[in-house]
């Protein structure tokens, strides 16, 4: 009974984020300008492909990610992932130079960052789980620590940086909803789903993570591996969300935590899809707030990391009561 | 299942020590001893979740590492003391996963009808709609046995499984884990803290001091006036109840 309702409920998700399609591609679209609507939908629709991808990228990792340290608080982003991410693909490009291929093809350079972002990355998690033993609260803080180091090198490297290649860099680095990194929209999709295809076996496994360490075991997960790879698949899919439209500190907190509570159940088959789809709502519905209602004065992530951050407090302090 | 010379270190210090014994098949084994002695942790070696320094684990002739995962949850289950979940999960949908070793996540009749009968083994009808983070402690406990008897294994691991749970909840407990010895056939070993549950429900009684074995052997051989006395290191006092040493302690 319980599995109908939510079913009534994603469908309702479902239907707004239509609505919130159709809103962006239609809003303020002068349709009786053949020349102005063939342009207005030249500009829309990368941009439209690019928050559904950045959605669903940031919306099953951040549930994913989650049930990995059993924890409904964390998030990738909130511990520096996609800080890492603009970390390393500035130093590709410091030290490949503007003038490498790297600079020129961006799906190459897409491709480089994604390797070394999955091996770094999941070095670095896993044994930052293993140090603090999965307490939330140590891995909370070393994250934050983390953020603020990774996003403090880079800054540092692109203030030695030549003025010309910093001006490369710029324009892809500080990708956001309004300077979306269409080149790569191809790429992403293809490494989104070659990533969900190769372990989807471990996507099964999930319902059984969450019992914690000793209850998967005890029914036949073998844990450690599992881990390691769905914790591979997170850092892939923040890296590509990130290369598409930039950090995006509490995006994954605010639609996981919607996602959870909006549906109270344990089956990632159904938390993985509202989180998907509560994230395109916010996206694709803040955006068309920004473009229409704000004309670009706020750009969609600072309502984001505003909203995120009350949320976020509000979560910290329902959480210790309970 | 047999152990063999197992031993465990914590920065150096060891704290199950060459620990060799054989579990009897179809018996009620329980683990006692005082705090820190190694009780939960030569359970824990038991079961795979707690690696080993050194020695050996023989499962029905393989050593337990060797056993694949999942064939191996459907011989074997472990209860241990920390079990939080954060998730929204009902009592029944949390007994469901006792099934998930035999028919991953989707649940046949038959998987229905055991989870069925482990919920009224452990009287949770009246509950199993309600979310488990809503519920007491003792409940909860209940509750996480259930999937344990609906996992349906031969040799069931039980880590201090009286813990949170009151007299009465607690009781009924050893009464389901003598019927599971007597009425399936299931080998069952416990760690508990309470001697008078222990001599009262077990076959036999393994007592640890200092990561060692100080006694095993038969209720009757091991508590003994003298024995407790040793391992305990405070004056016990032995009565004959129904036939079995019950001990009195102040």
């Known amino acids: ?322 | 299942m047999f152990v063999k010379e197992i031993t465990k270190r914590y920065d150096g210090k060891a704290v199950v020590d060459g620990v060799s014994f054989e579990i009897p098949k179809g018996k009620v084994l329980s683990l006692i001893g005082p705090n820190g002695a190694g009780k939960s942790t030569v359970m824990g070696m038991l079961s795979r979740l707690i690696a080993r320094d050194s020695g050996l684990v023989d499962f029905e002739g393989t050593e337990i590492t060797r056993w694949k995962s999942r064939e191996l949850s459907k011989r074997l289950a472990i209860l241990t003391q920390a079990n939080n979940v954060q998730m929204k999960l009902t009592v029944r949908e949390l007994v469901a996963f006792g099934r998930f070793p035999y028919s991953g996540g989707r649940l046949t009749q038959e998987d229905n009808e055991i989870i069925d009968r482990a919920i009224a083994y452990m009287e949770l009808g009246d509950f199993e709609e309600q979310f488990i983070d809503e519920l007491s402690g003792g409940q909860r406990q209940r509750a996480y046995i259930a999937m344990v008897i609906a996992q349906d294994t031969e040799y069931i691991l039980l880590d201090e499984p009286t813990n949170n749970l009151d007299i009465y909840h607690a009781t009924n407990l050893m009464r389901i884990v003598r019927r599971l010895c007597d009425e399936l056939g299931k080998t069952v070993i416990l760690v508990l803290h309470e001697i008078n549950y222990a001599a009262f429900y077990s076959d036999y009684i393994c007592a640890f001091v200092d990561g060692k074995i100080a006694k095993f052997g038969t209720v009757q051989e091991v508590i003994t006036k003298e024995n407790l006395s040793d391992i305990y290191k405070v004056d016990f006092e032995i009565m004959q109840i129904e036939g079995k040493p019950l001990s009195i302690y102040y």
């Open chain 1, 1 to 322: 009974m319980k599995t109908h309702k939510n079913h009534l409920r994603l469908l309702i998700l479902l239907l707004l984020v239509l609505l919130a399609c159709a809103g962006y591609m239609t809003v303020g679209v002068h349709f009786e300008n053949q020349k102005l609507f063939a342009y207005a939908m030249r500009i829309r629709t990368p941009k439209l492909i690019a928050m559904l991808i950045t959605a669903f990228a940031i919306g099953s990792a951040s549930i994913v990610f989650q049930s990995i340290i059993n924890n409904t608080i964390v998030t990738p982003c909130l511990l520096g992932m996609d800080q890492l991410y603009s970390l390393i693909h500035t130093a590709v490009f410091f030290v490949a130079g503007s003038g490498s291929f790297l600079a020129v093809n961006a799906n190459a350079a897409f491709a480089v960052d994604l390797a070394i972002m999955g091996a770094v990355a999941t070095v670095i998690y896993s044994y930052l789980f293993q140090k603090t033993n999965h307490n939330v609260l140590y891995v909370l803080l070393i994250g934050t620590v983390l953020t603020s180091f990774f996003s403090s090198i880079q800054t540092t490297l692109t203030r030695v940086m030549d003025p010309n290649e910093y001006d490369t860099l710029l324009t892809d680095l500080v990708a956001s909803f309004s300077n979306v990194n269409s080149a790569i929209l191809a790429l992403s999709v293809a490494v989104l789903a070659l990533v969900a295809f190769a372990f989807r076996k471990e996507l099964a496994l999930l319902d059984v993570l969450t019992l914690g360490k000793d209850q998967a075991i005890n029914l036949g997960v073998d844990y450690d591996r599992c881990i390691r790879r769905l914790l591979l698949g997170v850092t892939l899919y923040i890296a590509t969300a990130t290369a598409m439209v930039g950090p995006l500190a509490f995006l994954g907190l605010i639609i996981a935590n919607l996602s959870r509570q909006f549906l109270r159940t344990y089956r990632h088959s159904q938390l993985i899809t509202g989180s998907v789809l509560f994230g395109m709502v916010v996206l694709i519905g803040g955006q068309l707030l920004v473009e229409r209602v704000f004309v670009y004065s706020v750009p969609v992530s600072v309502f984001i990391t505003v909203g995120g951050g009350v949320y976020f407090l509000y979560l910290l302090l329902t959480q210790r009561k309970a």
